[in-house]
């Protein structure tokens, strides 16, 4: 059976071949991403039953004590609790990423000759749709409580794209915690001992003026504090920290955009180095 | 393209304070089943690993398919399949899904991906199962759909981590027959094993691993012949002094014999009517036998004399005849 004898491949496909190869490659990752979703839709509840119930609990708990000057705490909200959610959220790609690594699947994919970043991209394609579910689910329950965007449909977008774009440069992050983590406790942990004080410590759910100057500085410059202001500024919704001096609150949009391509700079390539360090034996 | 589908020289790899390779050498002729034999933590599968690009040598060198592990992992990638120790499929897929995973990973158009997972499907009989998730396989459907996620797509190269470990033996047969097919058709296989009989049954040529280096190579006939061939074991209703003269023209050696007197033992060389004659001669000497036998040598006895531990008898074998010291190591010349 001379016709049979199974064939070596030789060369590797060209360029664009390739290029076509790595995007089908995440494409399939992240269809299995979401097949376990489907699976265990409660994987889902950080963004689906969080983001309401958070809604709910700031603007009538705390919003009936905390005055915005220039409209409701509704109206003034909406922002920081997408930005809440957003941020508390991107804690599932550390832990996902930490669950594969426990288990066999990822030998089994690094046997093939797949793109093997496509475990990571795929992983942040799966993570920047559920930001996408967590925002619209955010946005839905702000019309409910009285949230209203005061511009057009192009800035409202726009918000939520900036919004987005910070969601899915922290998912990065997250994903190097995940992949420098030894177990999913640790990585578990970096939600509450990082992730949190950064969504507190910022003007996302209280105007920032009555802090203390040093903590008023760092949340001025707070990365969450920027994407918020930038989603107020771009919805037309109250907005304090306009009135701070610091460069950062002048310029939201630009500093939510930089902070964001920054811990992509830096994470995209610490990702890859520490998925081949863990995976290399 | 190389001769040897797969050649490795003087790998090494230490973990920590262990040296799990110390210079470890193999080559596989395409079309062929390698065996790779030895104890638990020989450096069998740290091995396999590097050859399926999964760990980097710390020195040494391997071809598979005629690419370099190391600098050319990719091309390896596109010639190898692997079946690992423990499964390395996803658990919350379902058998179907994950093969289809594999293929389309392995850049397999998505028509033939579902083609052949259906195929593969059959021939490991896992259709009936292939809609459910993997969290209810047992352990046997398990390994037979890791086996079947490597041969997706056709791979002309084969690495086995202990691929039948676990199995019944019905699953086990399958496996085996499955593997037959494939060097037929021109893979070639190296597959690790504790199990004798399934190297005996399958290799065409055995290496034995001990301490992260090859101690002996050959087909499991030559492997065989370092025991020093046949012997003859028998046992006496009573003591007996006049069995061991009656026995001496008909042995090839000293004739042990055991401490209560009734057990005796032999090297021979097996011919025919030897047993007739062993018979004949113990009877007219008045001795009475309560049974004897002459036992072909197995790899269980080369694995005792070359490693100086028990190897593991599978479950469905009787284990291993007496238990014999280990001797001095024997080494074998390549």
């Not at chain 1, 969080?50 to 915005?68: A, C, E, K, M």
């Not at chain 2, 209810?136 to 002309?156: I, Q, V, W």
Request: aromatic fraction near 6%; glycine fraction near 10%; charged fraction near 20%.
């Amino acid at each position: 059976m001379i016709d049979a004898l199974p064939m070596v491949h030789v060369a590797g496909p060209p360029m664009p071949a390739r290029v076509a190869g790595a995007l089908r490659d995440v494409y399939v990752v992240t269809r299995r991403n979401l097949i376990h979703i489907t699976r265990e839709p409660m994987q889902l509840g950080d963004v689906t039953i969080q983001p309401v119930l958070f809604t709910l609990l700031f603007v009538y708990v705390f919003g009936s004590g905390i005055p915005v000057p220039g409209g409701t705490y509704a109206s003034f909200a909406i922002a920081g609790l997408l930005l809440l959610n957003l941020t508390t959220s991107s804690m599932g790609t550390a832990v996902g990423l930490t669950v594969d690594l426990g288990t066999g699947i990822i030998d089994r994919f690094r046997t093939l000759p797949m793109w093997p970043a496509a475990v990571l991209v795929g992983r942040s394609i799966t993570d920047l749709l559920a930001a996408t579910l967590c925002t619209l689910i955010v946005a839905g329950s702000g019309l409910v409580v009285g949230w209203r965007p005061q511009t057009g449909i192009g800035q409202l977008i726009a918000g939520f794209g900036v919004a987005l774009f910070f969601a899915y440069a922290l998912s990065w992050l997250a994903g190097c915690v995940g992949l420098w983590a030894k177990g999913v406790e640790t990585a578990q942990s970096f939600g509450f001992l990082v992730l949190f004080p950064i969504s507190f410590v910022s003007n996302a759910l209280v105007p920032t003026r009555g802090m203390p100057d040093w903590l008023r500085t760092i949340a001025d410059w707070n990365p969450v504090s920027a994407v918020t202001a930038a989603c107020r500024e771009l919805w037309g919704n109250p907005n304090p920290s306009a009135l701070s001096s610091a460069w950062s609150m002048q310029h939201p949009v630009w500093t939510a955009l930089a902070w964001s391509i920054a811990i992509l700079v830096v994470c995209l390539p610490l990702a890859s180095m520490l998925y081949r360090r863990r995976t290399t034996g | 393209m190389t001769e040897n589908m797969i050649e490795a020289e003087g790998l090494t790899k230490r973990f920590g304070t262990t040296q799990a390779l110390a210079g470890f050498d193999l080559a596989a002729p395409a079309g062929s089943i390698l065996g790779v034999l030895g104890p638990n933590g020989a450096g069998k599968t740290t091995a396999v690993r590097i050859l399926a690009t999964l760990a980097l040598p710390d020195a040494g060198r391997a071809l598979v398919a005629g690419y370099d592990v190391v600098r050319d992992p990719a091309a390896v990638r596109r010639n190898i399949g692997f079946t690992a120790q423990d499964a390395t499929l996803d658990e919350t897929l379902t058998g179907r899904q994950n093969l289809r995973m594999v293929g389309e990973l392995s850049r397999m158009r998505r028509g033939d991906a579902r083609m052949r997972a259906e195929e593969l499907l059959r021939t490991f009989e896992l259709t009936d199962a292939a809609g459910r998730v993997l969290r209810g396989y047992s352990g046997g459907m398990r390994r037979r759909l890791d086996l079947a996620a490597s041969l997706m797509t056709r791979p002309p190269v084969l690495f086995l981590d202990e691929p039948t470990t676990g199995l019944d033996p019905t699953s086990r047969h399958r496996v085996w027959s499955v593997l037959r097919g494939l060097v037929d058709d021109g893979v070639t296989v190296v597959l690790t094993t504790q199990y004798l009989d399934e190297a005996d049954q399958l290799a065409d040529r055995i290496v034995v691993v001990d301490h992260g280096r090859v101690i002996a190579e050959g087909t499991p006939t030559e492997l065989k012949r370092v025991t020093g061939g046949a012997r003859l074991e028998g046992t006496l209703s009573s003591p007996n002094a006049a069995a061991l003269d009656a026995l001496r023209p008909l042995v090839e050696g000293p004739v042990q014999v055991s401490e209560d007197g009734r057990r005796l033992r032999a090297p021979v060389r097996s011919t025919a009517g030897l047993l007739t004659r062993v018979v004949r001669a113990l009877d007219e000497a008045g001795v009475d036998l309560e049974d004897v036998a002459v036992h072909q040598p197995s790899l269980d006895d080369v694995f005792m004399r070359l490693t100086g531990t028990a190897p593991v008898a599978p479950a469905e074998t009787p284990a291993g005849t007496a238990e014999e010291p280990a001797r001095e190591l024997q080494e074998v010349n390549r």
